[in-house]
T-cell receptor, first 115, second 116 residues
């Protein structure tokens, strides 16, 4: 398996532009997580899905952020409009919830720079 | 641009030494713990996990110790190698109810530097 796939790996954009980050989870996994990582705040959970349904989006910073999971093999995280403070590395992770334990597998991340 | 953040705790060791990375967790209800390794430019990778009904678990060159009394977790790496250089995170979880998901709470991380 190729693991969790994210695209793009790097994104540089200007303030006010729309940014869309993409994620393909590991085939067969039923949970998907979006994280943001900065030096200031560490690794923060933004939102997670179970069986394509958003369960908890309390970590989403504000209405400028939205996430979708139209099917089991694809999810997007959108920022509109983007701001310089959104600059961070965004990770997608997936897992197979099996009841007794859980391991999240992380993608390589998207490094976002908003100028 | 991004603000300058807090520096991570750093552990510097010589190749071949044993390393011990410590983590204090916050929630006494947490019952499942995971250590992750994050190399530069990559996402966190699972190393080893432990449930709260255990106080020690061993893997290949790694051992995790759990002290629930003081809410402390440690990761021991034997015969540390340059390839072990990375940031190490501990994560605490609470076993979810039926249909729920494990949602880890990550620590800030410790940077391990291994000198050849």
């Amino acid at each position: 398996d190729a693991g969790v796939i994210q695209s793009p790996r790097h994104e540089v954009t200007e303030m006010g532009q729309e940014v869309t980050l993409r994620c393909k989870p590991i085939s067969g996994h039923n949970s998907l997580f979006w994280y943001r990582q900065t030096m200031m705040r560490g690794l923060e959970l933004l939102i997670y899905f179970n069986n394509n349904v958003p369960i908890d989006d309390s970590g989403m910073p504000e209405d400028r952020f939205s996430a979708k999971m139209p099917n089991a093999s694809f999810s997007t995280l959108k920022i509109q409009p983007s701001e310089p403070r959104d600059s961070a590395v965004y990770f997608c992770a997936s897992s197979l919830q099996r009841g007794s334990t859980d391991t999240q597998y992380f993608g390589p991340g998207t490094r976002l720079t908003v100028l | 641009g991004e603000s300058v953040g807090l520096h991570l705790p750093t552990l510097s060791v010589q190749e071949g030494d044993n390393s011990i990375i410590n983590c204090a967790y916050s929630n006494s209800a947490s019952d499942y713990f995971i250590w992750y390794k994050q190399e530069s430019g990559k996402g966190p990778q699972f190393i080893i996990d432990i449930r709260s009904n255990m106080d020690k678990r061993q893997g290949q060159r790694v051992t995790v110790l759990l002290n629930k009394t003081v809410k402390h977790l440690s990761l021991q790496i034997a015969a540390t190698q340059p390839g072990d250089s990375a940031v190490y995170f501990c994560a605490e979880n609470i076993t979810p109810g039926t249909g729920g998901s494990y949602i880890p709470t990550f620590g800030r991380g410790t940077s391990l530097i291994v000198h050849p």
